[in-house]
């Protein structure tokens, strides 16, 4: 079976029985489009930002499609963050099913924290944050641009941000005061908040931990979390560590999946039934825990 077919295929198990919203999240302008109540097949380009610059960014793009073409619509859009050593691709298991779940997912290798990078720096992870402010203005602009495959695909007034471990940091490093408000909702895999993050405008937070995690301690995530102020839940994979969970096959995978896809459609989509879903999906004894915690 190919990965679109196993893609929509479990995207359809996930989805079944989800009906249109019809309004959305308080506080959030109405849905877009309706909420997607079937799997779409996954299409994937790649492009570079900025590629004259000393900063260039190749960015993998995953998006519903249709015939080999993007779905018809515009669809939500998620800058997703890799970690140190890491690529976008090794990301897969999760962004492929976010855009059969009706999201586009867009992940840039940073230059100098990616794996095969010329030249690695760790301290690098703090100007990640504004590469990923980067690719969001690149797709702003490539939505309106005449010709380009994604033009007129992207809702370009609803983006999130997510990543694992050192991509996790830039997804906070980039909830900071004075940001834009296309910037609507944040996930932070394994990692926690930076100098100055959570100091915006408040935003739905969701934090995935494991809770042997030896690499960034699940108290360097709980920290963050109790530092935000809009609607936060903290998934916590009992006894895991620092991502195994994000393989799909493996204990947790599910409850990951389930969580993050119905936080996103809670906070892209305006879809109440989602947000009302989210604590159950993510709860699996022995596997999983959810704590959930209001705005303030």
Not at 25 to 35: F, I, Q, S, T, Y
Request: some cysteine.
């Amino acid at each position: 079976m190919g990965i679109k077919r196993l893609v929509a295929v479990l995207m359809t198990t996930l989805l079944a029985g989800c009906a249109p919203a019809a309004t959305a999240a308080p506080g959030a302008p109405p849905p877009a489009r309706p909420v997607p109540a079937a799997a779409y097949a996954v299409g994937v380009r790649t492009f570079t930002v900025d590629p004259a610059s000393a900063r260039p960014l190749p960015v993998t793009v995953w998006y519903p499609a249709d015939g080999g073409a993007v779905a018809s619509g515009r669809f939500p859009v998620v800058i997703y963050s890799h970690g140190l050593y890491s690529l976008p691709e090794l990301h897969a298991g999760l962004t492929a099913r976010w855009a059969a779940a009706g999201f586009v997912v867009a992940a840039p290798a940073y230059p100098h924290t990616r794996r095969g990078a010329a030249r690695f720096s760790r301290a690098d992870v703090r100007h990640q944050p504004a590469d990923g402010w980067r690719v969001i203005r690149h797709l702003v602009r490539l939505d309106a641009r005449p010709g380009d495959p994604l033009a007129g695909h992207l809702d370009v007034a609803r983006f999130a941000a997510a990543g694992h471990s050192a991509g996790g940091f830039t997804t906070a490093g980039m909830f900071t005061s004075g940001r834009s408000g296309r910037l609507r909702a944040g996930i932070v895999i394994a990692g926690g908040g930076t100098a100055g993050s959570f100091a915006g405008p408040a935003a739905p937070l969701l934090f995935v931990h494991g809770t042997a995690d030896r690499i960034v301690p699940v108290t360097v995530g709980r920290a963050a979390y109790h530092r935000t102020t809009g609607p936060a839940y903290f998934l916590s994979l009992l006894g895991q560590g620092h991502g195994e969970y994000l393989t799909p096959g493996l204990p947790g995978f599910d409850q990951v999946l389930a969580t993050t896809t119905d936080f996103l459609r809670w906070t892209l989509y305006g879809d109440l039934a989602a947000g009302r879903r989210l604590p159950g999906n993510a709860s699996r004894p022995g596997v999983t825990a959810i704590e959930t915690r209001p705005a303030r």
